[in-house]
């Protein structure tokens, strides 16, 4: 079974940085894309950066690309999101999602609808 936890939420203040962790577990594919979203109550899940483990390629929501960076440690079939800079509009639940056995991220950064497994959701709070 397929499992996917998110961790490394927290509260920070304004211009602090975070490294959120997403674990997978219970598959044995090389080849995934692995998703970061974000939502707050009311409105739809946001996408924030995919990478694709096979080569790394990674894809960004432009208004997040210069605060967010996205990788991968495929040994430990893990990624992260460090996230600098933060501001009060970052508050939200983050998401780690991932697509198993594709060649790519093929629609880049993607929608939730192309991610087949999520996790709970780690919450990340900034007060300004």
């Known amino acids: 079974q397929v499992h996917v936890a998110e961790s490394g939420g927290g509260s920070v203040q304004a211009g602090g940085s975070l490294r959120l962790t997403c674990a997978t577990s219970?598959?044995?594919?090389?080849?995934?894309?692995l998703g970061w979203f974000r939502q707050v109550p009311g409105k739809e899940r946001e996408g924030i950066a995919s990478?694709?483990?096979?080569?790394?390629?990674?894809y960004y929501a432009t208004s997040m690309q210069s605060r967010f960076a996205i990788s991968t440690d495929n040994t430990k079939k893990a990624a992260y999101l460090q996230m600098n800079n933060l501001k009060a509009e970052d508050t939200a639940m983050y998401y780690c999602?991932?697509?198993?056995?594709?060649?790519?991220?093929?629609?880049?950064?993607?929608?939730?609808?192309?991610?087949?497994?999520w996790g709970q959701g780690t919450q990340v709070t900034v007060s300004s």
């Open positions: 990478i694709h483990t096979g080569g790394g390629k990674t």
């Open positions: 219970g598959h044995s594919y090389d080849l995934n894309c």
């Open positions: 999602a991932i697509s198993l056995g594709v060649k790519d991220c093929l629609a880049g950064l993607g929608t939730p609808a192309d991610y087949g497994y």
